[in-house]
């Protein structure tokens, strides 16, 4: 019979505001981070960790990530939780009210970025990690991993060559068909894709940014994409004019549970909608 040895909660794009503000679209993404969190926590009863993978808030202000501190509170106290950086973040609002990598304890990040891993348990003397990657680049929306955090990644893989690796990442490392988003994934990827051929060790890549789920691989890696907590973009696009382009798809979240069954284990990602209980 298999076994949930590990749940881990994605919230993707919350793109909080400061108190009293909404997006453009109309959205209030405290509304929707409190729906998404109580939604998730009625689909199952807990969780072990939380990533929040990038556009955390709208406009990058330390007032916003303010709010999102005061959201997060929702999650039961002593919850892990990791962040990953997109391109609507700021790294120094965000470590003004989060801390930085090194409050964190985390003595292998990359001190000019916020990318670092973390240890999140053990299953057979293995030890499952997350590695996260900081794809922000001030004042683009376009991803990239310049040379420096591509030399960190090889680094941090061979310091750990027998865990079991699930790789974090805001933007996406791939084409998805769509003109927009396709003009804003990591400038980086062919060269990304290089230094993961190196390495058998990261079982899954896990992403946001594109506002919607959808499924891939790279160097032959299960990629996995989380809806936004907010809302949903359309396949397609005509013009850049994001608000006018929102749909009626619902937002939503995805479940990660690492699950052992006989003598194998294994992620399995669960995308869930955000639809009214």
Not at 257 to 268: G, H, K, N, S
Request: with cysteine.
């Amino acid at each position: 019979m298999e076994q949930v040895l590990f749940s881990l909660l994605q919230l993707s794009d919350t793109h909080l505001q400061a108190a009293g503000k909404r997006l453009k679209t109309g959205d209030s993404g405290a509304e929707a981070l409190g729906q998404a969190i109580a939604k998730a926590f009625r689909t199952q009863a807990q969780f072990d960790a939380v990533i929040l993978t990038g556009d955390l808030v709208d406009r990058g202000a330390v007032e916003e990530y303010r709010e999102l501190e005061a959201g997060l509170r929702a999650l039961p106290q002593g919850l892990p939780r990791y962040f990953c950086l997109g391109n609507h973040d700021a790294r120094e609002a965000f470590t003004e009210v989060f801390g930085s990598l090194k409050d964190a304890g985390h003595s292998d990040a990359l001190d000019t970025h916020y990318q670092y891993s973390a240890p999140l348990f053990t299953f057979k003397e293995q030890v499952v990690r997350l590695v996260v990657l900081d794809t922000l680049e001030p004042g683009k929306d376009q991803g990239r991993l310049c040379e420096q955090r591509r030399q960190w990644l090889h680094n941090t893989l061979s310091l750990y060559p027998n865990d079991r690796i699930v790789l974090v990442m805001h933007h996406l490392p791939f084409l998805t068909g769509s003109a927009l988003f396709d003009s804003m994934v990591v400038e980086e990827r062919r060269q990304l894709e290089e230094v993961l051929a190196c390495f058998k060790t990261v079982e899954r890549i896990v992403c946001g940014h594109f506002h919607r789920a959808c499924v891939t691989q790279l160097a032959g890696i299960p990629v996995v994409v989380s809806p936004s907590t907010v809302h949903a973009y359309p396949l397609s696009y005509r013009g850049r004019q994001h608000e006018a382009l929102v749909i009626d798809e619902p937002a939503g979240f995805t479940i990660h549970r690492f699950i052992v069954d006989a003598q194998t284990a294994y992620w399995v990602s669960h995308f869930v909608q955000q639809s009214p209980a």
